[in-house]
């Protein structure tokens, strides 16, 4: 049993050269459709263009829409957009260098179990080994290598949908229009929600009843030692709503004028805060 965002390899199939015509790569690929629930197929639209088409025209032939949808041809000279949490935007990137940089962070996240069979030279583990960057484009690109890279490509491809169809990153659902809600919007949910701190509210939960001790008033022993007033209110309206009188003497009012408290000189604005 695979845990949360492991990926598995579990088959492999080869198309040797003397097998490598429209008729027998397509035939391959629409047995394998049969045989397994593929979500979708992922191609290098460079090497695969005539099977991509091939492919198509027999779904719809045979009036298999959903199998037309399912091919996903890719230019590894194209851009993908990728949503950047930090900046909150879509940026571009070159496909290629996104795909091999998504493969990487799986392989070197221990995201993907790999049979030993594959640790072989032209298996995928080897082809792993032997993938190098040659050089970079005027652009600054990464030109990878050339030899030795049909199985990893096929690997990277897989991954790479993925990360396309089901990654955060890249499936970003946005609008260009903004819905007003009949309930008055975030202000109107809100107040349905969330009472003001100044009413009471019949459904709230007594926490003495579960074994919850009242905090007590904070700063007051310290007042005490101080030898200053010390009053504390439990009325949750605000300050300026509050009836103010002997029996409730807010910590601010009694604070109010000028002391001197140990060489220590202040308090002469009142302070916003009650306790």
């Not at 593929?38 to 829409?65: C, F, H, P, W």
């Not at 949490?85 to 493969?103: E, G, I, Q, S, Y």
């Not at 300050?239 to 002997?246: D, I, Y």
């Amino acid at each position: 049993m695979l845990g949360p965002h492991l990926y598995r390899l579990f088959r492999t199939e080869v198309v040797n050269a003397a097998e490598f015509t429209e008729a027998g790569a397509v035939t391959r690929i629409l047995r394998l459709d049969r045989e397994i629930p593929l979500s979708y197929i992922y191609a290098d639209e460079g090497y695969g263009t005539i099977q991509i088409e091939a492919i198509r025209k027999i779904a719809m032939v045979n009036n298999n829409v959903a199998l037309a949808k399912k091919v996903v041809p890719i230019n590894m000279a194209s851009k993908q957009e990728v949503y950047d949490p930090l900046t909150r935007k879509r940026v571009k990137k070159a496909m290629k260098p996104f795909m091999v940089d998504n493969a990487s962070r799986v392989v070197e996240s221990r995201r993907i179990l790999l049979p030993d069979i594959e640790d072989d030279k032209v298996g995928v583990v080897g082809q792993m080994r032997e993938y190098t960057i040659i050089r970079r484009s005027p652009t600054g690109q990464p030109v990878f290598s050339a030899n030795n890279e049909d199985m990893l490509t096929a690997f990277m491809l897989a991954l790479l949908g993925f990360a396309r169809e089901y990654s955060e990153l890249t499936k970003v659902n946005t609008s260009d229009t903004i819905s007003v809600s009949k309930e008055g919007g975030i202000a109107g949910r809100t107040r349905r929600n969330v009472d003001p701190r100044w009413e009471s509210s019949s459904d709230r939960i007594d926490l003495s009843e579960h074994g919850v001790r009242k905090r007590q008033p904070m700063f007051m022993e310290l007042v005490e030692r101080m030898g200053l007033p010390y009053e504390y209110t439990t009325d949750r309206r605000p300050e300026e709503l509050r009836p103010v009188g002997p029996a409730v003497v807010p910590y601010e009012q009694s604070m109010r004028g000028t002391r001197n408290i140990g060489g220590f000189k202040g308090y002469n604005k009142p302070s916003r805060r009650s306790f």
